[in-house]
């Protein structure tokens, strides 16, 4: 997880569309129609107008690059602890990019020692200059090994929600094993690094 260490941001999408698949329209999916894993609203706010069935798969990635990397900033992450953002766009994939965000947000809070080490910041699912400093001071003071706790924090926090998803409403449950295969196959390296 050293610095020296880069991201294979293509490979991480091209895993993501391989697990994603093609057309899908499960009931009990609450986004409804996917193909290659991004959904109808997604697509349309991308500027997609074709039929979802038909989605180019070139079109899906750069989707993936620009929704769930560039612009919510985990290619900045990458700079600093490249597993770190590889883990936030998989959870963006699957949760939401804000969800992954926060969960940075908060563990950067908890390992701060009551804001001795860095001050806290604000866990509202936006990353900017300020979570971007909290982060380098983090990194300063606690280098590689420090980002493999934040990451298995952060995979502690994503595995929570996923059982309070799925607590919450019963029809998740058709894809919490599959959930937890995604965090597996991401302990495993085997997601495009």
Same mark, same amino acid.
């Given at each position: 997880?050293? *610095?020296?260490?880069? !991201?294979?941001? =293509?490979?991480?999408?091209?895993? +993501? !569309?391989?697990r994603e698949g093609s057309y899908s329209n499960? &009931?009990?999916?609450?986004?409804? $129609? *996917?193909?290659w894993g991004v959904t109808e609203q +997604?697509?349309?706010?991308?500027?997609y107008q074709g039929d979802m069935r038909v989605l180019p798969r070139?079109?899906? #990635?750069?989707i993936y690059r620009r929704r769930y990397w560039? =612009? +919510?900033?985990?290619?900045?992450? #990458?700079?600093?602890?490249?597993?770190?953002? $590889?883990?936030?766009f998989d959870i963006g994939v699957n949760m939401g990019t804000a969800i992954g965000a926060t969960f940075l947000q908060r563990v950067l809070n908890v390992f701060n020692l009551?804001?001795?080490?860095? #001050? =806290?910041?604000?866990? =509202?699912?936006? /990353?900017?200059?300020?979570?971007?400093? $909290?982060l380098d001071a983090f990194r300063q003071r606690r280098s590689d090994e420090g980002g493999a706790r934040v990451l298995e924090a952060i995979r502690s926090l994503r595995g929570a929600r996923y059982?309070?998803?799925?607590? #919450?409403? &019963?029809?998740?449950e058709a894809f919490t094993y599959g959930w937890f295969g995604r965090m597996?196959?991401? /302990?495993?390296? +085997?997601v495009g690094r």
């Open positions: 997880m050293g *610095t020296t260490a880069t !991201i294979d941001i =293509d490979g991480l999408i091209d895993a +993501v !569309i391989g499960n &009931p009990a999916d609450k986004g409804g $129609a *996917t193909m +997604v697509a349309r706010a991308y500027g070139a079109t899906a #990635a750069a560039s =612009d +919510v900033g985990f290619d900045q992450v #990458a700079l600093r602890y490249p597993d770190i953002a $590889a883990e936030l009551g804001g001795a080490q860095y #001050a =806290d910041v604000t866990a =509202d699912g936006r /990353l900017g200059a300020v979570t971007y400093l $909290a059982i309070e998803i799925s607590e #919450a409403r &019963p029809a998740n597996v196959a991401m /302990l495993k390296g +085997v």
